[in-house]
């Protein structure tokens, strides 16, 4: 919680205002930011001087794990995170490769578990992943990536968290994230979220002890018309301790995350929290 707050600190009083032509508003920014989570030590980063909602970031990141390309299909996992990017972005309403409403386009986890290339083929990155790491390998290239700029025009949002590498120290298995792009009061809170989730279902379903998560962030920013919020609300308030993240143990496999799994199968304790703060999104 301080790092994220240490943070927002940086941006508020360090931070130089950048014009960003996609959403139309100003982003008071920073370059380069760098926080770590104690997922060991399972103190779930979740932000207490408001109330966040960690339900769908989960649902999110398991979307993203089983490779949906639907908001219908995020919607059904629990989370309404897409219907935005999906129906309401003017460029991809009209970009002639969307499909239909709720289309999102070849992005994140589309990337992630079918990866095109260039002889027809395809690369489930996820999987490769999860084979080795189940056998105690570390090629040094435990990488999986959405990011792919040949295909950039056939989804609706190129990926800002695009990258996640996973090494193995002998059985602790560590996870380093990168993210090119963070609204901090609104996005940031979903990212350490799911990287903290990411790693310790990974750490799950491939026999491992989890470490450290390790989340490198490029372009942090708050948007112009969320500055006031930031800074003389939230920024004003005491944290409480973090709470833990407790996962159904009889989630094994990644066959278990792509069929049964659901939110009920993960639990947040010890919660305290601020009351909401209703920052505006930008498309």
């Not at 295909?151 to 949002?157: A, K, Q, V, Y």
């Amino acid at each position: 919680m301080k790092q994220y707050l240490d943070l927002c600190r940086r941006i508020v009083e360090d931070g130089e205002w950048v014009a960003n032509e996609r959403t139309g508003k100003r982003c008071l920014t920073v370059i380069d930011a760098n926080l770590s989570y104690d997922v060991a030590g399972n103190r779930f980063p979740l932000i207490t001087t408001r109330k966040s909602f960690w339900k769908s970031a989960i649902a999110e990141l398991l979307g993203y794990l089983r490779g949906y390309s639907s908001a219908a299909d995020f919607r059904a996992l629990g989370t309404k995170t897409w219907d935005s990017n999906a129906n309401q972005n003017d460029a991809w309403l009209n970009n002639p490769h969307r499909k239909g409403r709720d289309d999102m386009g070849r992005v994140y986890g589309v990337q992630g578990r079918c990866w095109r290339k260039p002889d027809g083929g395809r690369v489930d990155q996820l999987r490769k992943i999860v084979d080795d790491l189940t056998r105690g390998i570390d090629d040094r290239g435990e990488i999986l990536t959405f990011y792919n700029p040949g295909e950039f025009d056939l989804g609706c949002l190129r990926p800002c968290m695009h990258t996640h590498t996973f090494s193995l120290l002998g059985d602790t298995l560590y996870l380093t994230s990168y993210q090119r792009s963070c609204d901090v009061p609104l996005g940031l809170n979903f990212n350490q979220v799911q990287v903290f989730a990411l790693l310790a279902l990974m750490a799950q379903i491939t026999g491992h002890k989890p470490g450290q998560a390790y989340h490198k962030i490029v372009n942090a920013h708050i948007y112009e018309d969320q500055l006031a919020l930031m800074r003389d609300v939230q920024l004003q308030r005491e944290p409480f301790a973090s709470p833990q993240l407790h996962i159904n143990p009889d989630i094994k496999s990644l066959q278990d995350l792509e069929t049964w799994v659901t939110l009920d199968d993960f639990e947040v304790t010890g919660y305290q929290y601020h009351p909401p703060i209703a920052y505006p999104f930008s498309v």
